[in-house]
């Protein structure tokens, strides 16, 4: 039983590394990281740190869209560029559960990442309640690279699955500044600490509640559907 656990947490951790110098993705990591540095010093020195809005954006939702499209849009093309793809369905079992825990390290690693940069801007910059920050954060993130890995599959490229990605990013964007979306659960980019003065704070966390409920079904979907088209493997060889 010991050995089982020692052997499993082992391979984990293996296959953790293994992402994390997947491509260029610890160098996204670096950058990110001397972001949330830079941006807490200058508020430090500048004693006039950022409002709590924009920390949400800039100090967490940016860095970690970047850093999950980005091994998202590897994690496909590194195994096809390094003719290892087809190994992962031959593994005894499922090729599905291959797959689902391939990607599920990946989500435990940028959730362990957002939770660092969380715990940054709450220490450095502004107190928040940190499971809400990291809650909101990572389910855009998690539809984020659930919608990349769809188009990755699809188009047996995960550099072509990332330029779809960042243009539907980009519409909802657009759309999330018109105003009768703004502040509805309709918005995909809805700042959880920037609630309406005039707005109940019951009505608020109803809002907050169906958005995030409807952001992490339809990235379940996208998942599932991009697992679907993997019976069709042999393009990929």
Same mark, same amino acid.
């Given at each position: 039983?010991?050995?089982? #656990?020692?052997?499993?947490?082992?391979?984990?951790?293996?296959?953790?590394?293994?992402?994390?110098?997947?491509?260029?993705?610890?160098?996204?990591?670096?950058?990110?990281?001397? +972001?949330?540095?830079?941006?807490?010093? #200058?508020?430090?020195?500048?004693?006039?740190?950022?409002? =709590?809005? *924009?920390?949400?954006?800039?100090?967490?939702?940016?860095?970690?869209?970047?850093?999950?499209?980005?091994?998202?849009?590897?994690?496909?093309?590194?195994?096809?560029?390094?003719?290892?793809?087809?190994?992962?369905?031959?593994?005894?079992?499922?090729?599905?559960?291959?797959?689902?825990?391939?990607?599920?390290?990946?989500?435990?690693?940028?959730?362990?990442?957002?939770?660092?940069? *969380?715990?940054?801007?709450?220490?450095?910059?502004?107190?928040?309640?940190?499971?809400?920050?990291?809650?909101?954060?990572?389910?855009?993130?998690?539809?984020?690279?659930?919608?990349?890995?769809?188009?990755?599959? #699809?188009?047996?490229?995960?550099?072509?699955?990332?330029?779809?990605?960042?243009?539907?990013?980009?519409?909802?964007?657009?759309?999330?500044?018109?105003?009768? #979306?703004?502040?509805?659960? +309709?918005?995909?980019?809805?700042?959880?600490?920037?609630?309406?003065?005039?707005?109940?704070? =019951?009505?608020?966390?109803?809002?907050?509640?169906?958005?995030?409920?409807?952001?992490?079904?339809?990235?379940?979907?996208?998942?599932?559907?991009?697992?679907?088209?993997?019976?069709?493997?042999?393009?990929?060889?």
């Amino acid at each position: 039983m010991v050995k089982t #656990i020692l052997y499993n947490s082992y391979f984990l951790f293996s296959q953790i590394r293994r992402v994390l110098f997947l491509g260029k993705f610890y160098i996204f990591l670096i950058i990110a990281l001397l +972001w949330e540095a830079a941006v807490s010093i #200058i508020g430090y020195v500048s004693k006039d740190p950022m409002p =709590l809005g *924009a920390v949400f954006y800039t100090m967490n939702l940016i860095p970690m869209l970047i850093l999950g499209l980005y091994l998202s849009m590897t994690c496909v093309s590194f195994e096809k560029e390094n003719r290892t793809i087809e190994t992962l369905f031959t593994i005894p079992g499922s090729p599905y559960k291959v797959w689902l825990y391939k990607l599920s390290v990946q989500f435990i690693i940028l959730l362990l990442v957002l939770i660092l940069i *969380a715990g940054i801007s709450f220490f450095f910059v502004q107190d928040f309640p940190i499971e809400v920050m990291v809650i909101n954060v990572f389910i855009l993130v998690f539809f984020t690279a659930n919608i990349n890995f769809f188009f990755s599959i #699809i188009f047996k490229s995960g550099y072509t699955g990332g330029l779809i990605t960042v243009f539907i990013l980009v519409i909802l964007m657009i759309f999330s500044q018109i105003d009768p #979306i703004r502040n509805t659960s +309709w918005n995909f980019y809805i700042n959880p600490f920037s609630k309406p003065a005039n707005l109940d704070l =019951l009505i608020w966390n109803e809002r907050l509640l169906y958005n995030k409920l409807g952001i992490a079904f339809f990235g379940s979907m996208f998942m599932y559907f991009g697992l679907s088209r993997l019976r069709n493997r042999e393009p990929f060889i």
